[in-house]
């Protein structure tokens, strides 16, 4: 199975912040990863798939890059609606693995 | 407006099945695969099984596979997610979602398993 290590597994961060996440694969699984926002109590939401294909409607400010094992998800100027859990997901291969999961909250 | 919206859950005792079913609308399941996903209280996301789109191919996570199937009727543009010698570590949310990663989420079911 392709372990997807997620770091940090939290954060502080302030209104403005550049905040990077990393998500390292077991093994090469391409360019195979999605990137979920989860706020407090709510669904999870897809940010960017395929690495770095920014979804309709989510703010520029998120990124996405990567390939091979090493993947990161990038929002550049901390919005406060940006405060939550972020999560990479690998669709390379089954059985499909989520990271453990980055907390983002307010420093 | 897609919408996604998952039914069948509730309380039960470990050992016993249950029957999840996800409705979709605004959006032809028949041209996607679809998946499951659940998160236990306080955890991360967990990914549970996909389908692909005529039902051919079926994928489970280690801990579900021969306990949980999931299954499809396109002409009903629905997933289900059958459920069977449920265990406590089983109690979350489950969610339905559309394709492999995830483009739809429903609102989410909960499960419990207690005795």
């Known amino acids: 199975d392709i372990q997807m290590t997620q770091s940090p597994s939290a954060m502080s961060a302030s209104v403005g912040d550049r905040v990077t996440i990393t998500c390292r694969a077991s093994?090469?699984?391409?360019?195979?990863v999605a990137w979920f926002q989860q706020r407090p109590g709510k669904v999870p939401k897809r940010l960017i798939s395929?690495?770095?294909t920014l979804q309709s409607g989510v703010p520029s400010r998120f990124s996405g890059s990567g390939s091979g094992t090493e993947f990161t998800l990038t929002i550049s100027g901390l919005q406060p609606e940006d405060f939550a859990t972020y999560y990479c997901?690998?669709?390379?291969?089954?059985?499909?693995?989520f990271g453990g999961g980055t907390r983002v909250e307010i420093k | 407006e897609v919408q996604l919206v998952e039914s069948g859950g509730g309380l039960v005792q470990p050992g016993e099945s249950l029957r999840l079913s996800c409705a979709a609308s605004?959006?032809?399941?028949?041209?996607?695969?679809m998946t499951w996903v659940r998160q236990a209280p306080g955890k991360g996301l967990e990914w549970m099984a996909t389908?692909?789109?005529?039902?051919?191919?079926?994928y489970y996570v280690g801990s579900v596979r021969g306990r949980f199937t999931i299954s499809r009727d396109n002409s009903k543009n629905s997933l289900y997610l059958h459920m069977s010698s449920l265990r406590v570590e089983d109690t979350a949310l489950y969610y339905c979602?559309?394709?492999?990663?995830?483009?739809?989420w429903g609102q989410g079911i909960q499960v419990t398993v207690s005795s």
């Open positions: 389908i692909n789109q005529d039902a051919s191919e079926t």
């Open positions: 997901l690998q669709h390379n291969s089954y059985p499909l693995t």
């Open positions: 979602g559309s394709g492999r990663s995830l483009g739809y």
């Open positions: 395929v690495s770095s």
């Open positions: 605004g959006y032809t399941i028949s041209n996607y695969w």
């Open positions: 093994q090469d699984i391409s360019n195979y």
